[in-house]
């Protein structure tokens, strides 16, 4: 596609459910990130995708976040048991043959 | 201490002045430091990549790079209305690397 593409644009989910974050990177790019932006924390690295491994996930913050990618395309970020603080727009970044890193408009969450 | 050092601002400046954005380190291992604008609700948009010490220049855009003070900056020339954002430093290690990013810098330019 011609840029990264998130979805949903926005989620409001009650505080305990799963919520699943779908990401499309520009095509042909092998690698891809996840990152989230939260007001008191600024811009935070979450995992690394090159291909359908994740050589980087030291990001994460607890196991209660979990991403995988498939066919070294689409990639989806699952919170499972969401709290309060996980409310903040996750971004995603996709990256080709060169390290410049383009990023999706983002998904905001909002835990009740 | 945080990795990556920036004024969050707010920055207010009059239509066509010159603003000066800073970020500093405190990790000597990044290599790569670039520069991204992001507009209210959107994603980051790359606006400079420089590797290594050095300026370079892109239209009223210019960005330098001093290792030795762990020092980055940005100058915006002739600043339009149109520049209110938020400007975010980011720098990596190497590529293929997650990117740390400073707290961002709101500016607004006013006509």
């Known amino acids: 596609g011609a840029g990264v593409s998130q979805s949903p644009s926005n989620k409001v989910t009650e505080k305990g459910k799963d919520v699943e974050l779908r990401c499309d990177p520009i095509?042909?790019?092998?690698?891809l990130y996840w990152y989230r932006q939260s007001l008191g924390q600024g811009l935070e690295f979450l995992i690394y995708?090159?291909?359908?491994?994740?050589?980087?996930k030291s990001g994460l913050p607890s196991d209660r976040f979990s991403a995988e990618r498939t066919g070294g395309s689409v990639s989806t970020l699952t919170i499972q048991r969401t709290q309060q603080e996980d409310s903040a727009v996750y971004l995603c970044?996709?990256?080709?043959?060169?390290?410049?890193?383009?990023f999706g408009a983002g998904t905001r969450l909002s835990v009740l | 201490q945080k990795e990556v050092e920036q004024d969050p601002g707010p920055l207010s400046v009059p239509e066509g002045a010159i603003v000066s954005l800073n970020c500093t380190y405190s990790n000597s291992a990044f290599q790569y430091f670039m520069w991204y604008r992001q507009y209210s609700r959107k994603g980051p948009e790359l606006l400079m990549y420089t590797y290594s010490s050095g300026n370079k220049e892109d239209g009223r855009f210019t960005a330098q790079v001093d290792k030795s003070s762990k020092y980055i900056s940005l100058f915006i020339r002739d600043s339009q209305p149109s520049d209110s954002a938020t400007y975010l430093c980011?720098?990596?290690?190497?590529?293929?690397?997650?990117?740390?990013f400073g707290a961002g810098t709101r500016l607004a330019v006013h006509p």
């Open positions: 095509s042909g790019h092998t690698a």
């Open positions: 980011a720098m990596s290690e190497s590529g293929y690397n997650k990117l740390i």
């Open positions: 970044a996709s990256s080709g043959q060169g390290d410049i890193q383009y």
């Open positions: 995708f090159q291909g359908n491994s994740a050589p980087d």
